[in-house]
């Protein structure tokens, strides 16, 4: 079987503020094969802690291939990335890391 090529995109909401902050973390999983659907992928996000990458939490992608997280942040610097694990019919992808400050006050 073939696999489709795959891709994983992240973005989030206001990263810079004071803490603890709201923020939520929108990952997009896309097939470059149209014939191949992204709906109900299960998506990984990461944290990186200063040595290695580290599973945060688990979701499954919408109709659009759309997942979302929302995590409140105490003051600090993070990066995440989101990773999407591969299937029979699309390959494993995982999106560039994503930086995001919070800020004391």
């Known amino acids: 079987l073939v696999q489709a090529p795959a891709t994983v995109t992240v973005t989030a909401s206001r990263t810079l503020g004071p803490a603890p902050r709201s923020i939520d973390i929108h990952a997009t999983l896309r097939s470059r ?10 998506l990984v ?20 291939g759309g997942a979302r997280w929302r995590f409140k942040l105490d003051a600090g610097s993070y990066r995440v990335r989101v990773r999407f694990g591969g299937t029979d019919d699309l390959q494993a992808a995982t999106s560039r890391p994503l930086s995001l400050a919070v800020s004391r006050a």
């Open 45 to 64: 996000l990461e944290s990186f802690d200063g040595a290695v990458w580290r599973r945060a939490s688990r979701t499954t992608t919408g109709p659009r």
């Open 33 to 42: 094969d149209p014939a191949v659907a992204v709906a109900g992928r299960s």
